[in-house]
């Protein structure tokens, strides 16, 4: 490789600049964001996590922006994601927590209404899985509205997998027909299905996107990939290692908040031209 080339970047890089670009100039334009691992580095207590500032900037200068909409959609219940986004007050706030289960779409909402039989199992779920953190040293349980997280990051490493392996065996006892999503440290149990892929599209729906942005780093953010439509101009990003679905991939958190800093510099330029 010559000099001159080492100091090029990379095929892809310029791809998905390009990609981005042509993202600034959709009539609508949604970004649906994953928040832990993507927009926000990964921490100990899950409270404490926030998005990098670089990215919180570029996020409120794209919100402000007309015909764009900016989204969250995780795997937190949306108390948790509403702290966390510090949208607690903000009445235009749109937010999919619980992996596509809790939805709040301004002041709209989405009422759980569990059934006797989930409320049952929940309960039960909460127990057998309460216990087994109780004896697991680090590992604590996260209560969510239609499951349970089981943590295991401040767990011995070596111990990781066992813990993954009692919690599917607790699980089980209680229910056959729980929806079980491993992630980042975490192992997660709900009683009610829905996906990142169900989330977007009610996103798409209620914002009438001509174009989505969705970025995200786990597992169950592939079911938010698998429902974008890059031929219309979707862009999906993955954030680290792993297989998946998405056209692009980025390195970690830092390189989405630098991507979302263009984002927001295209559109604002795009939405200046359009009014000149
Ligand atoms: O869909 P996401 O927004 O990526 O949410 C996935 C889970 O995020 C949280 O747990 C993860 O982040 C914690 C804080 O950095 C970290 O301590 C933990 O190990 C990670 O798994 C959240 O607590 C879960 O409810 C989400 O499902």
Partial sequence: M????SHRPPAAAVALVG??????????????LDFDGTLAPFVDVPRGA????????????????????????SGRPLTSLETVTEAEADEDALLVGSHGVEIRFGRD?????????????????????????????????????VGFGVHYRQVDPAEGRTVVARAREAAAGVSDALTIRDGKDIIEFSVRGANKGDGVERLREYTKATAVLFAGDDVTDEDGFA?????????????????TAAQYRVADERAIA???????????????????
């Fill in 109 to 145: 909402g989405v009422s759980l209404d569990l059934t006797d039989d989930e409320q049952a199992t929940l309960e039960r779920l909460g127990g057998v899985l309460q216990e087994l953190v109780d004896s697991i040293p680090g590992a604590k349980l996260e209560i969510k509205p």
């Fill in 50 to 73: 926030r998005a990098l500032p670089e990215s919180k900037a570029a996020l409120d200068r794209l919100e402000h922006l007309p015909r764009t909409w900016v989204a969250y959609v």
């Fill in 227 to 243: 429902v974008l439509r890059p031929e219309r101009g979707d862009v999906g990003i993955k954030v680290g290692a792993g297989e």
């Fill in 258 to 276: 630098t991507l979302l800093g263009l984002l927001a510099q295209a559109r604002e330029a795009h939405v200046n031209s359009s009014t000149d």
């Fill in 19 to 32: 990609a981005l670009q042509e993202l600034a100039r959709a009539d609508r334009l949604l970004l649906a």
């Fill in 2 to 5: 010559t000099d001159t080339a």
